[in-house]
């Protein structure tokens, strides 16, 4: 076919299709009558009646703060109401200027449109507001095709039919105020910004109602074409089309000439942020629950990243802030210890027990990375080019507690700049109702994915002595109850060698005898081994999973000493929640409810309880854990002073062999938080032991946190003491009274060790 020919047949088409015009309800009739296929669907009534496109689901904080979106495209609708008008008005005079006076089709636009076909001249679009939402809605271009768009002129024809057809019927369902609105929340204006919403947040850190003329004149041009007109990737072509937006203002006498001179010349004032996953509060805390929102959608028939649902969670955006700055206070001045105190012995951190640098530690760490993996699937593990490649350079962004850094690294350089770094988790709950209220879960989230509140897992050290503490107070023991410290040794029948005696941190037994309650402030390892071997590993596990420790505990002497198995800190801080809430165990609690996107609650949800422990067993151990900041050489006594004053504090630190993790748990009557340090493997950590107890590493977090909480009069945390049991206590709490019993006695040394046992 010519050239000739085809263009008379485009002609002829044109002028059928200006003709058709006219007649609307016979093309309705014609298109939604189809039964050969020739034209494609259209939109169902109740489709129209709900054009929503769709919409990013939103999680929200206990005290309405948006923590974050979920979205495969980042949209949250306005109403008009929520528009400027020097966005509407900047919109109309670029889009279309008689918007108010047609229904849906603009005849003299449309002339106008045809016309240039016919001529082969553009003059202008013929496509409405209307049109266009029809467009952006249903797809008509590209979506429910028949038959005939196999001609390209045809399927052009039969396009614009149907969106004159959902125009007119989204003319007759919708004011012309909700189809403006309708339609800025449906266009792109890039940077993965969708609908005028996120767009005005992304590029001016406004709300649409706030946008001026200069701003909405940026917005509006981008709209047909935003990667072309975006001032990040392109301002040049952004700010010719700003300018003609702005001309076609004061065209319509909108802006004087005077402002449209001025505005014309200045830059386009942008706060720009684009809204991710690694920016923002609580991070952590958004990626970890997006499983449990995955598969809680799944179960409910909801699209976690279209159907626009509102989550409420239990967060308090000020506490979590207040999480996160702790958190970067102390580990930026850590970390400089840290660097230093391996610069100083001139080796890196990543030693084995005899303190001696690890060989090939780098290189086997590689081989555990995503990118080995790949490049050893991609050329084979012999293969030459996985090794140059990984130890090519190149420039990237790497992160510093100064901020960003550009370098050239390879990947080996990358892996061991980045394993120098300690990390740390930290979490905070309401130990009456198990309200998760601060989620921190690493030191970036950017640069470090894995979470450490409840992803991560390690020995709680001296943390779980408590649980074999509250197996003794549980059977009858009093916090007075003295014992000696001396060695305690444990018959390992068919191990090499055959017994176990755990050392105290010190490397000394002192002889003293002390109450149960002095020992596990100074967290006296002989002591709480004293007390295992009492009451036996298997008891301690049972009691442990009543307090809400579910991760695999191996019944071992050295479990008194947290070295029976791995936890985490969500579970840690759950079963310290239970001695506050008088023994009853709850499962720490993060969503409260879940509405859809028109506000109507689709679940509530409650937490999980059960009893764990009788009130009077879970006050004592309050008392018992009070001690490591009350009773003199408590591990807790280093805390501020001001946080002490006027408080009851229960808490125990812990630290493991090695110092590889440091912990500390804190609980006040109305708040509990507990926090995690370490590095990425067990093998790096500080030389000297002192330099990593959990006092020194993980306390000062939890301190931070709490001296700006009670300094908010916002948040409603007060000091005070913990409420006391409806019933009075059966044990004698004042162990003064017993000063003359506690002495070291050969009598009392020799019954408290079994004499079978020593080898």
Same mark, same amino acid.
């Given at each position: 076919?010519? %050239?000739?020919? =085809? @263009?008379? /047949?485009?002609?002829? *088409?044109?002028?059928? &299709?200006? #003709?058709?015009?006219? !007649? +609307?309800?016979?093309?309705?009739?014609?298109?939604?009558?189809?039964?050969?296929?020739?034209?494609?669907?259209?939109?169902?009534?109740?489709?129209?009646?709900?054009?929503?496109?769709?919409?990013?689901?939103?999680?929200?904080?206990?005290?309405?703060?948006?923590?974050?979106?979920?979205?495969?495209?980042?949209?949250?609708?306005?109403?008009?109401?929520?528009?400027?008008?020097?966005?509407?008005?900047?919109?109309?005079?670029?889009?279309?200027?008689?918007?108010?006076?047609?229904?849906?089709?603009?005849? %003299?636009?449309? =002339? @106008?449109? /045809?016309?240039?076909? *016919?001529?082969?001249? &553009?003059? #202008?679009?013929?496509? !409405? +507001?209307?049109?266009?939402?029809?467009?952006?809605?249903?797809?008509?271009?590209?979506?429910?095709?028949?038959?005939?768009?196999?001609?390209?002129?045809?399927?052009?024809?039969?396009?614009?039919?149907?969106?004159?057809?959902?125009?007119?019927?989204?003319?007759?369902?919708?004011?012309?105020?909700?189809?403006?609105?309708?339609?800025?929340?449906?266009?792109?204006?890039?940077?993965?910004?969708?609908?005028?919403?996120?767009?005005?947040?992304?590029?001016?850190?406004?709300?649409?109602?706030?946008?001026?003329?200069?701003?909405?004149?940026?917005?509006?041009?981008?709209?047909?074409?935003?990667?072309?007109?975006?001032?990040?990737?392109?301002?040049?072509?952004?700010?010719?089309?700003?300018?003609?937006?702005?001309?076609?203002?004061?065209?319509?006498?909108?802006?004087?000439?005077?402002?449209?001179?001025?505005?014309?010349?200045?830059?386009?004032?942008?706060?720009?942020?684009?809204?991710?996953?690694?920016?923002?509060?609580?991070?952590?805390?958004?990626?970890?629950?997006?499983?449990?929102?995955?598969?809680?959608?799944?179960?409910?028939?909801?699209?976690?990243?279209?159907?626009?649902?509102?989550?409420?969670?239990?967060?308090?955006?000020?506490?979590?802030?207040?999480?996160?700055?702790?958190?970067?206070?102390?580990?930026?001045?850590?970390?400089?210890?840290?660097?230093?105190?391996?610069?100083?012995?001139?080796?890196?951190?990543?030693?084995?027990?005899?303190?001696?640098?690890?060989?090939?530690?780098?290189?086997?760490?590689?081989?555990?990375?995503?990118?080995?993996?790949?490049?050893?699937?991609?050329?084979?593990?012999?293969?030459?080019?996985?090794?140059?490649?990984?130890?090519?350079?190149?420039?990237?962004?790497?992160?510093?507690?100064?901020?960003?850094?550009?370098?050239?690294?390879?990947?080996?350089?990358?892996?061991?700049?980045?394993?120098?770094?300690?990390?740390?988790?930290?979490?905070?709950?309401?130990?009456?109702?198990?309200?998760?209220?601060?989620?921190?879960?690493?030191?970036?989230?950017?640069?470090?994915?894995?979470?450490?509140?409840?992803?991560?897992?390690?020995?709680?050290?001296?943390?779980?002595?408590?649980?074999?503490?509250?197996?003794?107070?549980?059977?009858?023991?009093?916090?007075?109850?003295?014992?000696?410290?001396?060695?305690?040794?444990?018959?390992?029948?068919?191990?090499?060698?055959?017994?176990?005696?755990?050392?105290?941190?010190?490397?000394?037994?002192?002889?003293?005898?002390?109450?149960?309650?002095?020992?596990?402030?100074?967290?006296?390892?002989?002591?709480?081994?004293?007390?295992?071997?009492?009451?036996?590993?298997?008891?301690?596990?049972?009691?442990?999973?009543?307090?809400?420790?579910?991760?695999?505990?191996?019944?071992?002497?050295?479990?008194?000493?947290?070295?029976?198995?791995?936890?985490?800190?969500?579970?840690?801080?759950?079963?310290?929640?239970?001695?506050?809430?008088?023994?009853?165990?709850?499962?720490?609690?993060?969503?409260?409810?879940?509405?859809?996107?028109?506000?109507?609650?689709?679940?509530?949800?409650?937490?999980?309880?059960?009893?764990?422990?009788?009130?009077?067993?879970?006050?004592?151990?309050?008392?018992?854990?009070?001690?490591?900041?009350?009773?003199?050489?408590?591990?807790?006594?280093?805390?501020?002073?001001?946080?002490?004053?006027?408080?009851?504090?229960?808490?125990?630190?812990?630290?493991?062999?090695?110092?590889?993790?440091?912990?500390?748990?804190?609980?006040?009557?109305?708040?509990?938080?507990?926090?995690?340090?370490?590095?990425?493997?067990?093998?790096?950590?500080?030389?000297?032991?002192?330099?990593?107890?959990?006092?020194?590493?993980?306390?000062?977090?939890?301190?931070?946190?709490?001296?700006?909480?009670?300094?908010?009069?916002?948040?409603?945390?007060?000091?005070?003491?913990?409420?006391?049991?409806?019933?009075?206590?059966?044990?004698?709490?004042?162990?003064?009274?017993?000063?003359?019993?506690?002495?070291?006695?050969?009598?009392?040394?020799?019954?408290?060790?079994?004499?079978?046992?020593?080898?």
């Amino acid at each position: 076919m010519n %050239k000739r020919t =085809l @263009r008379i /047949i485009v002609i002829v *088409l044109w002028v059928l &299709f200006l #003709g058709a015009a006219i !007649t +609307i309800p016979s093309l309705f009739y014609m298109v939604k009558h189809d039964t050969n296929g020739w034209f494609g669907d259209l939109p169902s009534l109740q489709d129209l009646e709900k054009p929503d496109p769709d919409l990013s689901s939103e999680l929200i904080s206990a005290d309405g703060v948006s923590l974050g979106k979920y979205y495969r495209k980042n949209r949250t609708p306005v109403t008009y109401e929520e528009l400027s008008p020097e966005l509407v008005n900047t919109l109309l005079v670029t889009e279309d200027i008689r918007f108010k006076k047609h229904s849906g089709i603009d005849l %003299k636009g449309l =002339l @106008r449109a /045809i016309i240039g076909k *016919l001529t082969f001249q &553009f003059n #202008g679009g013929g496509s !409405t +507001i209307t049109m266009q939402l029809a467009e952006n809605l249903y797809s008509t271009s590209s979506a429910n095709r028949g038959s005939l768009y196999k001609y390209s002129s045809v399927g052009q024809i039969i396009t614009k039919l149907k969106e004159w057809i959902i125009s007119v019927q989204l003319e007759q369902s919708y004011t012309k105020e909700e189809i403006l609105a309708m339609y800025l929340n449906t266009v792109e204006y890039g940077s993965n910004s969708f609908g005028i919403k996120v767009a005005a947040k992304t590029f001016f850190n406004k709300l649409p109602s706030q946008l001026n003329y200069s701003e909405a004149a940026l917005l509006v041009g981008a709209i047909n074409a935003p990667t072309r007109y975006s001032p990040i990737l392109n301002p040049e072509n952004a700010m010719a089309k700003r300018t003609e937006v702005l001309y076609n203002l004061q065209k319509y006498g909108l802006l004087t000439r005077e402002t449209f001179d001025s505005l014309k010349t200045t830059d386009f004032g942008l706060t720009y942020l684009v809204d991710n996953h690694n920016e923002g509060l609580a991070t952590y805390f958004r990626f970890v629950i997006r499983n449990f929102l995955l598969s809680w959608t799944k179960e409910h028939g909801y699209d976690l990243f279209e159907d626009g649902l509102k989550i409420y969670t239990t967060i308090d955006s000020r506490m979590q802030e207040y999480a996160e700055q702790a958190m970067q206070e102390h580990m930026d001045t850590l970390q400089s210890i840290f660097d230093n105190h391996w610069a100083a012995l001139k080796s890196n951190p990543w030693i084995d027990d005899n303190g001696n640098e690890l060989e090939g530690f780098i290189e086997n760490a590689m081989k555990r990375t995503p990118q080995y993996r790949a490049l050893v699937s991609t050329y084979g593990r012999e293969s030459d080019s996985v090794e140059i490649l990984l130890k090519k350079k190149k420039p990237m962004t790497v992160f510093s507690w100064e901020g960003e850094i550009d370098t050239v690294f390879s990947a080996y350089d990358s892996l061991r700049y980045y394993k120098k770094f300690l990390q740390a988790g930290f979490m905070a709950m309401d130990p009456k109702n198990g309200n998760i209220k601060a989620w921190v879960g690493g030191i970036n989230h950017k640069y470090f994915k894995y979470d450490h509140v409840s992803q991560g897992k390690r020995q709680p050290g001296s943390t779980f002595k408590p649980f074999v503490y509250t197996v003794a107070i549980d059977n009858d023991y009093s916090p007075c109850y003295p014992v000696v410290d001396a060695p305690v040794t444990f018959a390992m029948p068919g191990q090499d060698p055959p017994t176990y005696t755990p050392d105290n941190a010190s490397g000394k037994f002192s002889g003293e005898v002390m109450t149960i309650r002095q020992a596990m402030a100074r967290s006296v390892n002989s002591i709480t081994a004293f007390v295992m071997k009492q009451v036996k590993p298997e008891t301690v596990i049972e009691y442990a999973r009543r307090l809400g420790i579910e991760s695999p505990l191996a019944p071992v002497p050295a479990l008194a000493l947290g070295a029976g198995g791995d936890v985490s800190l969500e579970e840690m801080l759950a079963a310290y929640s239970t001695f506050v809430n008088k023994g009853i165990y709850t499962k720490p609690f993060f969503i409260s409810r879940i509405e859809d996107e028109n506000g109507n609650v689709i679940q509530q949800f409650v937490p999980e309880t059960r009893e764990a422990l009788n009130e009077e067993t879970a006050y004592l151990m309050l008392h018992m854990l009070k001690g490591t900041t009350e009773e003199p050489g408590g591990t807790g006594m280093v805390l501020d002073r001001e946080l002490r004053m006027d408080n009851e504090i229960a808490a125990k630190t812990g630290t493991t062999q090695n110092a590889s993790d440091g912990w500390f748990m804190g609980v006040t009557k109305d708040l509990a938080a507990g926090a995690w340090v370490g590095g990425d493997d067990r093998s790096i950590h500080f030389k000297y032991w002192a330099m990593g107890q959990g006092a020194r590493t993980a306390m000062p977090i939890w301190e931070r946190f709490m001296l700006k909480v009670y300094a908010d009069p916002t948040l409603g945390y007060q000091k005070g003491p913990f409420d006391k049991p409806l019933k009075p206590i059966s044990v004698e709490l004042d162990c003064d009274k017993y000063n003359d019993v506690l002495q070291p006695t050969d009598s009392l040394r020799f019954d408290l060790i079994d004499e079978d046992d020593i080898m």
